[in-house]
């Protein structure tokens, strides 16, 4: 099954919490760097990750250039296979 990569900029991840909560997500880094974890919390100027070693990242919006996360639903535009 096919999965899609979505990216969630710093200003939509207050509005998208609930659905980023779920979900195992990358937080990338205006500096190229990625944090891979799942979520903990969110407020004004931080979002808290836990990674797979239950450590506590803590990532300033500020430094944060988007939130990618895996839609396992596998819902496909049907633009992308219209020849089929």
């Known amino acids: 099954m096919s999965k899609r990569l979505i990216r969630v ?3 939509e991840i207050k ?4 659905i980023l ?3 195992p997500l990358n937080a990338v880094l205006s500096n190229g760097n990625t944090v891979f974890g799942r ?3 969110i407020d004004a100027t931080q979002l808290v990750l836990k ?6 990242h803590q990532i300033a919006l500020s ?3 988007e939130v990618v996360y895996d839609d396992s639903k596998g819902i496909v ?3 992308r296979h219209a020849t089929l």
Do not use: V
């Open 9 to 11: 900029t710093p200003d």
């Open 15 to 18: 509005s998208k919490q609930g």
């Open 21 to 23: 909560q779920k979900l």
């Open 39 to 41: 979520l903990i919390s």
């Open 51 to 56: 990674d797979t070693r239950d450590h506590q």
């Open 63 to 65: 430094d944060l250039y």
């Open 77 to 79: 535009p049907p633009s």
